[in-house]
């Protein structure tokens, strides 16, 4: 099934680099140097401290390549790139334990990449100057390339926006 999904992948030449159309309609484009590689972190507690364990609970997936990311705004003609480096950690969708039967958990593979790339962009404001709809709405897509259903597609950017909203941590 995911390898039919990638034979659709189309590769594109921007700024004379071949990208990986994630992505794209009128609105967004979004660009992969190459697919990212997420894992799990395995917990061994044998060989483990209980700080390791702990921080590897709190953020239990990584990305095992790097990354250059591209993504474009059509409507305001802007082009963001950044990349995600290699054993970068991050919690996942961020899912109370409560709805994981209604809507998946927070490793769910339908949200691995969307919620890769909503992290990064959350740690790093300035990656798309601080838009904080934009990062919202690029969360959104993946999710739809992740073959998220439309309600939960729609539930996860309504809570990921309202959220920030309230918390205030962007601009």
């Not at 969708?93 to 990064?120: M, N, P, Q, Y």
Request: hydrophobic share 35%; charged share 35%.
């Amino acid at each position: 099934m995911f390898d039919d999904f990638l034979i659709k992948l189309r590769k594109i030449n921007i700024n004379g680099k071949e990208y990986i159309e994630w992505y794209k309609d009128e609105t967004f484009g979004i660009f992969f140097s190459d697919i990212p590689d997420i894992d799990n972190k395995i917990i061994n507690k044998k060989v483990m401290t209980k700080e390791e364990i702990k921080a590897a609970k709190k953020k239990p997936l990584y990305c095992r390549n790097n990354v250059e990311v591209i993504l474009i705004d059509y409507e305001k003609e802007k082009e963001y790139k950044f990349s995600i480096k290699k054993g970068y950690d991050y919690d996942g969708a961020t899912i109370h334990k409560s709805f994981w039967k209604c809507i998946g958990c927070k490793e769910d593979i339908r949200f691995k990449i969307a919620s890769l790339i909503h992290d990064v962009l959350c740690e790093n404001h300035c990656y798309v100057e601080n838009d904080r709809y934009f990062a919202d709405k690029i969360f959104e897509r993946c999710l739809y390339v992740g073959d998220t259903c439309s309600f939960v597609r729609w539930l996860m950017f309504h809570c990921v926006d309202n959220f920030q909203k309230l918390a205030g941590g962007w601009k």
